[in-house]
Nanobody, 115 residues
Framework: QVQLVESGGGLVQAGGSLTLSCLAS????????FYWYRQAPGAERERVAM?????????DYPDSVKDRFTISRDNAKNLVYLHMNNLKPEDTAIYYC???????WGQGTQVTVSS
């Protein structure tokens, strides 16, 4: 079955950086686009990054994280990354990854940014 395991979250000061990882199994990794979402307390889940299937040459971000977040993928290791720079308190949320070909969500990883 499909499994997505996110890791790398933690507590960081504003202006700091974190890199999240998502290890996928049970799917043909290279054929899936991947997404990172986040959900803050009391808020709806928000998509923050997208990377296309296969070569990962196309990425997309909302304005709220553009130029601060970078998504990448390693097809050999079944890993998707989210590199987050210049973090802000409003980036505090649980971060989830998602594969385009599956409805499964992982357990998420908590990111907390202190001011």
């Amino acid at each position: 079955q499909v499994q997505l395991v996110e890791s790398g979250g933690g507590l960081v000061q504003a202006g700091g950086s974190l890199t999240l990882s998502c290890l996928a199994s049970g799917i043909t990794f290279s054929l899936n686009a991947f997404y990172w979402y986040r959900q803050a307390p009391g808020a709806e889940r928000e998509r923050v990054a997208m990377i296309n299937s296969r070569d990962g040459t196309f990425t997309d971000y909302p304005d709220s994280v553009k130029d601060r977040f970078t998504i990448s993928r390693d097809n050999a290791k079944n890993l998707v990354y989210l590199h987050m720079n210049n973090l802000k308190p409003e980036d505090t949320a649980i971060y989830y990854c998602k594969a385009s070909g599956s409805p499964v969500w992982g357990q998420g990883t908590q990111v907390t940014v202190s001011s």
